[in-house]
T-cell receptor
Framework: KAGVTQTPRYLIKTRGQQVTLSCSPI?????VSWYQQTPGQGLQFLFE???????NKGNFPGRFSGRQFSNSRSEMNVSTLELGDSALYLC????????????FGEGSWLTVV | DQQVKQNSPSLSVQEGRISILNCDYT??????FLWYKKYPAEGPTFLIS?????DKNEDGRFTVFLNKSAKHLSLHIVPSQPGDSAVYFC???????????????FGTGTRLQVTL
């Protein structure tokens, strides 16, 4: 059974650009959430989707957005990139809407220059 | 406001001995607690979880203990192996009252080194 798949694994962007990251959850999982990991702030929650609806959002500016498709795949977008957006972006999936077993992908490592 | 705290940034244990990783939390409304193992630039690997209504959960070499009155949990790894060397994160899961949303709040991590 395939795990959570994130693409791309590594990317470099320039300040002011935008980026889209993709996540395919474990087959059958309907809840997808996104997290950002930086050295200074640790692992922080971005947002969670279930059945194409965003149900929870962390404390991030509106430049960070996401969506979920009918096949549960999810994308997150960051517009007008800033140097401080350089981070490891992690996608996680869970089988239920309020599951206590949450599995993470390998992450997308974004560097903004 | 750090709701989940791991006060020991690092821990060194000899192979074969017990590793005890600690975690404290402030929000009594968390529903589950999860432990993850993580290597640099990789995603966290789920290890074990415990419901807030339990006080112990065991899975192989991993046991998690929850003390609700002290708002404290710990992960025990017995016996410790060199392959256990990694950063361990404690995370608390809060589920909305409608049961339709959840989010993980992570601690800052403890780097475990298992020496030969």
């Amino acid at each position: 059974k395939a795990g959570v798949t994130q693409t791309p694994r590594y990317l470099i962007k320039t300040r002011g650009q935008q980026v889209t990251l993709s996540c395919s959850p474990i087959s059958g999982h309907r809840s997808v959430s996104w997290y950002q990991q930086t050295p200074g702030q640790g692992l922080q929650f971005l947002f969670e989707y279930f059945s194409e609806t965003q149900r929870n959002k962390g404390n991030f500016p509106g430049r960070f957005s996401g969506r979920q498709f009918s096949n549960s795949r999810s994308e997150m977008n960051v517009s007008t990139l800033e140097l401080g957006d350089s981070a490891l972006y992690l996608c996680a999936s869970s089988p239920q809407s309020s599951g206590n077993t949450i599995y993470f992908g390998e992450g997308s490592w974004l560097t903004v220059v | 406001d750090q709701q989940v705290k791991q006060n020991s940034p690092s821990l060194s244990v000899q192979e074969g001995r017990i590793s005890i990783l600690n975690c404290d939390y402030t929000n009594s409304m968390f529903d589950y607690f999860l432990w993850y193992k993580k290597y640099p630039a990789e995603g966290p690997t789920f290890l074990i979880s415990i419901s807030s209504i339990k006080d112990k959960n065991e899975d192989g070499r991993f046991t998690v203990f929850l003390n609700k009155s002290a708002k404290h949990l710990s992960l025990h790894i017995v016996p410790s192996q060199p392959g256990d060397s990694a950063v361990y994160f404690c995370a608390a899961l809060g589920i909305s009252r409608t049961g339709t949303a959840s989010k993980l709040t992570f601690g800052t991590g403890t780097r475990l080194q298992v020496t030969l």
